[in-house]
């Protein structure tokens, strides 16, 4: 009687799954440390400190580049142990469903929470920053519309403060 040995193609692309599994993890730290560079710009606006807040959009910029990056890995190697091009992380998890290594499901759900909470820190930003600027506008605005300054025209004469002598006359 013949044995036949089969291998599981899982178990093949373990070291594969393992690299995705980083792969989403490191996208997860960026994503924390997305929100928390937010955080520390909404602090910045709050206290007026034009360093920290130049500070804080050029990490925005450095971990926007890094993002973009491990997604672009991330796709690369699904399209790879999915053999589809394009397919999302969400679609694969689906695909292959509970035959994914633990770690890998973990990993996924941790990035969907890190997704969830950059995207609220991100719209408290937008809020933060827009009731700003609507604040700077209205300061602006009654700069120049309290009513006309002294001197010009549609201004009442200010007040007589003194005579002028004219001695030669």
Do not use: C, W
Request: net charge neutral; no cysteine.
């Amino acid at each position: 009687m013949a044995t036949e040995i089969v291998l599981d193609p899982r178990v093949a692309r373990s070291p594969a799954y393992g690299g995705l599994t980083e792969v989403i993890a490191q996208e997860t730290r960026g994503l924390e440390e997305f929100a928390e560079v937010l955080e520390r710009q909404r602090v910045a606006v709050s206290n007026g400190d034009r360093a920290a807040l130049d500070a804080s959009v050029e990490d925005l910029d450095r971990l926007l580049l890094r993002l973009a990056k491990l997604r672009e890995q991330r796709q690369m190697m699904v399209d790879s142990l999915s053999g589809d091009r394009g397919l999302a992380l969400g679609d694969f998890l689906a695909r292959f469903g509970e035959g994914l290594p633990l770690p890998i499901r973990y990993a996924h759900r941790a990035l969907r929470h890190a997704a969830e909470l950059a995207a609220r820190a991100s719209r408290i930003n937008s809020v933060v920053l827009r009731r700003v600027l609507d604040s700077e506008r209205a300061f602006l605005q009654s700069l120049f519309t309290d009513g006309p300054a002294v001197g010009y025209p549609g201004a009442t004469p200010a007040p007589p403060a003194g005579f002028l002598l004219d001695r030669q006359g």
